[in-house]
């Protein structure tokens, strides 16, 4: 079963972090939800807590994918973290999937080099961040070999479905899609 950790920090947007938690679930994936420095964390606007599985210091680093939500201050948040930067250089040196949507990809992947090379994308604006070796496109999701990044909430939906289908495969993804009705 392949293993998935979404990291929140206080301020993470609420449908980035629980759109793909929900769906990976649906495609039996593994998924931990890890808080950066507790087990409570509190979304974007101060409406929506969850409670995580455990916090990063204690979720090891055996997973086949990292997912970074954006929102603010959640993504710099991250951005400030050493542990965050270790387990994304790590993840990237092993070749694991590594994904963030909204400002998590310019604010967080960017300052360590991972969207060298690479097309990615990132909410409207925040692409001013992104390294001058990275190609910014406008669309929903990219996919560029094991990094995924994606826009924003809006796009949320089709991140989740981006991850399915790197961890379980098209066939889950299709299914997962046809039986919530997406498009």
Not at 10 to 20: K, L, N, Q, R, S
Not at 41 to 63: E, H, N, P, S, W
Not at 89 to 99: D, F, L, R, V
Not at 132 to 155: H, N, Y
Request: glycine share 8%; with cysteine; hydrophobic share 45%.
């Amino acid at each position: 079963m392949p293993k998935a950790i979404i990291i929140l920090a206080d301020g993470f947007e609420d449908i980035e972090a629980v759109t793909p938690i929900d769906l990976l679930r649906r495609a039996n994936v593994e998924v931990t939800v890890a808080g950066l420095d507790s087990v409570s964390v509190t979304g974007a606007r101060g409406k929506i807590r969850i409670t995580a599985d455990t916090i990063l210091d204690k979720a090891g680093v055996d997973y086949d994918a990292v997912i970074l939500p954006g929102g603010m201050p959640g993504a710099a948040n991250l951005a400030k973290s050493e542990k965050i930067r270790s387990l994304i250089i790590e993840m990237n040196k092993k070749g694991k999937i590594i994904a963030a949507i909204c400002a998590a990809p310019a604010l967080v992947l960017s300052p360590l080099g991972i969207l060298n090379n690479k097309n990615a994308t990132c909410f409207p604006g925040m692409e001013n961040e992104f390294n001058p070796t990275t190609k910014f496109l406008k669309e929903q999701v990219v996919v560029d070999g094991k990094i995924i990044t994606s826009r924003g909430a809006g796009t949320a939906f089709l991140f989740g479905l981006a991850l399915v289908e790197a961890l379980a495969g098209k066939k889950m993804r299709d299914e997962i899609a046809l039986k919530t009705v997406y498009q």
